[in-house]
């Protein structure tokens, strides 16, 4: 039984310690038959660096390595390029001129490694040199391959003004590639995050896009065939249902779903226990923060739909959240479809995994009770489940009143409607109870519907400024609109109508009654 290869990104090492490689081969012959340009955005860890390494290989000619793989017999071993590799994945830079520095450095490295002289002091002037002096010295165009191209603007997103910064700096850079494009065979590109083409990728506006290809969905990632295949002796016995249902689900296509490597790795080490492997490798700081900062409807997380322009292009100045959860992997595509000749996607988290640990953050953001968080949750479940209406108000109330002020500081929560009901759809979706949004009848929307067991909860919300109520408002519209009507009738099923009233005063909840 072969090892695993775990932490490793380099082709060379994974096979001199006989360890498993997942052959993706059959994807890079394509894009390497011919001058190409390339752009690929995955999550973290689901094996860009490793990809990177296996076309360093392939140019680099070193056949022994893809002994046994499907480009093996099909690749022209004859002929080699010169690589020029661009890392940005270690250690963290916090301005522009570190980032300068950083890039000196490499180049000066490539440079020196291949004897080539330039009498240029420019970043891009030392880049352009290096890519002719290559391809002059070894009579072949130049290969350039960046791995987490977009790391050194990411690893300071929450400081506008040095992210900024950042992007001017690897525009600088990356400009050359385009005004390179005669001393070029091949460049790839791989990272998290795909900028707006008005600022960072406007330098490269030549490079295809496969983020989104159907033909490459699974370039990265594992496929239920890969772990069959290539990990059937360590996933013996398992339960590949409840293996799909923690770690499956990432999608760029709707057609195809992929695993984490990391996730599924992880999985095999610590005995076959289910857990939050890859979400735990990285906490979403910067995205819990910007949702306290831009109130969002977080339930709408349960119906996105979105043109693929929203997916494509990420901007600095202007964060959309919605970009931001799918680039980093927290939302993945499920089906698309054509609306009024554009053509759409429906995004939804990916796997159990995700939704958990995500809902989790979003209760930290939002409700700050890490403390009690687990015993909350575990007595939302039993109300819940038992229909103990009273109960269940009393734990909203208790909920709201546990939440530290300072929450409340330097931004408008407290007024915004949107931020009650997202607190408890956080507490909800963890019990991974069925949640719909908005739900829709012919009469209006009900502002959330949660299904657990046998018991349906219609709920509306109101928010009012000061802190007394005669009337519930929100009862009274459930009741009205007849919002709950279409589910009662159901066998086995009893249908609760909640009518809950906050107060921005008090920061609370004021009122609760239902029928």
Known sequence: MKNLPLGLNTLRVLEENNCVYVDKTAFILPLTQQPGRYFLSRPRRFGKSLLVDTFKELFEGNQHLFEGLFIDDRWDWGRTFPVISIDFTGGVLDSRAALDEKIREILATHLDRRGITSNKHSISGLFSDLIQGAAQQHGQRSVVLVDEYDKPILDNIENKAVAIAMGEGLKNLYSVLKAEDAHLQFVFLTGVSKFSKVSLFSGLNQLTDLTIDPRYSSLCGYTDQDLRDSFGEH??????????????????????TVYNPYDILLFIEKGHRFRNYWFETGSPNFLVNLFRQQPYFLPNLEALEVTEEVLESFEIERINPITLLFQTGYLTIKRTFVRRDRFMLALDVPNLEVRMALNDWFIDAYADTIQTKSDLQDQF????????????????DRLFSSIPWRNFTNNNLAHFEGYYASVLYAFFAALDARIIPEDITNQGQADLTIMLGNHIYVMEFKVIPGETVTDNPALEQLQQRQYASKYRGQPGKTVHEVGLVFSEAKRGLLQADWC
């Open 381 to 396: 479940y039993l109300l819940l489940e038992t229909g103990d209406l009273p109960g269940l108000c009393r734990l909203i």
């Open 235 to 256: 996933l013996t016995g398992v339960d590949w249902d409840e293996l799909k249902r923690w770690y499956n689900g990432y999608s760029w296509t709707a057609d195809e």
